[in-house]
Every structure is written in structure tokens, then in C-alpha cells.
């Protein structure tokens, strides 16, 4: 079984400043995929970013990159340089290579960007 | 237009009706999903779809069916609609692989009266 936990059900950031979204999972799979996406007011899912289990880099996609821990069996999401437009709910998931192609999510985070 | 799409947009039911949500990819994707969102759970997946005529089980399976006739379409039913079952559903499509992302639909607002 796989399992993803965002612990932070709410977050203020400042316009401007970095914001770090945390994010851990637990998995026996030793390939598997890390993602991801983000929930603007409208309801839609956008998906931000990948990382997968052998990538030796940290993901990275425009403004948001992914610190990827694996020893810690963490994945938070980096928001550099927050937008008002960044306000919206986040959620981590995960795909493992023995749990088929299912996508399981965290409870995600809800980032309120301040002016 | 290519995309994935969810019907109907919003939907009133009563306890005890049976309620169908569909879903409509043009992808041919192999895999597809349903989830259902509730304040403080996230997205729990309630039933997927491997291909055609192959479905099984997710987190939250109770009181639904699926059906996969065709790779295109994955429609949802609910035989008994529940207030419980109030929730807003997605459906997802992604292609075969650990890497892939996940597309969703926009979403369908269920309320159960």
C-alpha cells in the first residue's frame, strides 16, 4: 500500500517570498513516481511537477521545484518568488510501480498568497 | 476538442435514486479513474480502470459501479445515491507508466438531498 501525508492543512505566504509545501509518503515500491498538482478556486487540477524515485536531480519546472529526499521519504514542492495567482489548494500523489498506474493523494495544502 | 470531459457539470439527486456521471477521453489513454473529493480527505480514488472491460477496486468502492465497454468512456453509477455520496467527482485519464501525468475532467458536483 502506498501512502502520501501533507501535513499542513493551511499556509500564508508573503507575494514574493519562496514558500516550501511539505510532503511525505510512504511506499514499499522501490521505482515509483512522485507528483504534483494544484487546485486553483475554478476547481480544476493543473499538474505542476514530476520526480521520479532513481531521478538523481531535484525536479525542477519554471518556479516550482521539488526537494526530493528519498532517505526521508520526503517530496515537498518549492514555490519561489509567490504570486497572488499561486493561492489554491496543492496536492502531493504518488504512482509505485507494484500499485499498477494508481495515483494516490495527500489531504493537500491550501496557500493563501498575501499582498 | 481533445481533452477529457465530465457530464453533467452539476447534479441534485435524491436518497435513493440511481445517478450515472460520465466520463469521455480522447486520448485513448489506457488507464482512467474515479476520485471523490471531501473537505479534509483529498482525492480518494473509488474505482479504476487497467483498460476496456477491466475495472477494480480503489479506497472508497462502496455504493458505486463502473463499467468500461469502450476505452473512450468510464461512467460512473451510484445504484442508491446516499447523502454520504455528496461530494464533488473526478475523473482522470493517464497513459500507461509511472511518469505520466494524470489528466482530470472539470469535476462534477454531486448533492444527494
Known amino acids: 500500500a502506498q501512502k502520501i501525508t501533507q501535513t499542513q492543512p493551511g499556509m500564508f505566504v508573503q507575494e514574493k517570498e519562496a514558500v516550501t509545501l511539505d510532503c511525505t509518503y510512504d511506499?514499499?515500491?522501490?521505482?515509483?513516481?512522485l507528483f504534483w498538482y494544484k487546485q486553483p478556486s475554478s476547481g480544476e487540477m493543473i499538474f505542476l511537477i514530476y520526480?521520479?524515485?532513481?531521478?538523481?536531480q531535484n525536479a525542477t519546472e519554471g518556479r516550482y521545484s521539488l526537494n526530493f529526499q528519498k532517505a526521508r521519504k520526503s517530496a515537498n514542492l518549492v514555490i519561489s518568488a509567490s504570486q497572488l495567482g499561486d493561492s489554491a489548494m496543492y496536492f502531493c500523489a504518488m504512482s509505485g510501480y507494484n500499485a499498477g498506474n494508481m495515483l494516490t493523494f495527500g489531504g493537500g495544502t491550501r496557500l493563501m498568497v498575501k499582498p | 476538442d481533445a481533452g477529457i470531459t465530465q457530464s453533467p457539470r452539476y447534479k441534485i439527486t435524491e436518497t435513493g435514486r440511481q445517478v450515472t456521471l460520465m466520463c469521455h477521453q480522447t486520448w485513448s489513454h489506457s488507464y482512467m479513474f474515479w476520485y471523490r473529493q471531501d473537505l479534509g480527505h483529498g482525492l480518494r480514488l473509488i474505482y479504476y480502470?487497467?483498460?476496456?472491460?477491466?475495472?477494480d477496486k480503489g479506497e472508497v468502492p462502496d455504493g458505486y459501479v463502473v463499467s468500461r465497454s469502450k476505452t473512450e468512456n468510464f461512467p460512473l453509477t451510484l445504484e442508491s445515491a446516499t447523502r454520504s455520496q455528496t461530494s464533488v467527482y473526478f475523473c482522470a485519464s493517464r497513459e500507461k507508466g509511472m511518469n505520466t501525468e494524470a489528466f482530470f475532467g472539470q469535476g462534477t458536483r454531486l448533492t444527494v438531498v
Open positions: 480502470s487497467a483498460a476496456a472491460d477491466i475495472t
Open positions: 511506499t514499499s515500491d522501490q521505482s515509483y513516481g
Open positions: 520526480q521520479g524515485s532513481y531521478d538523481e
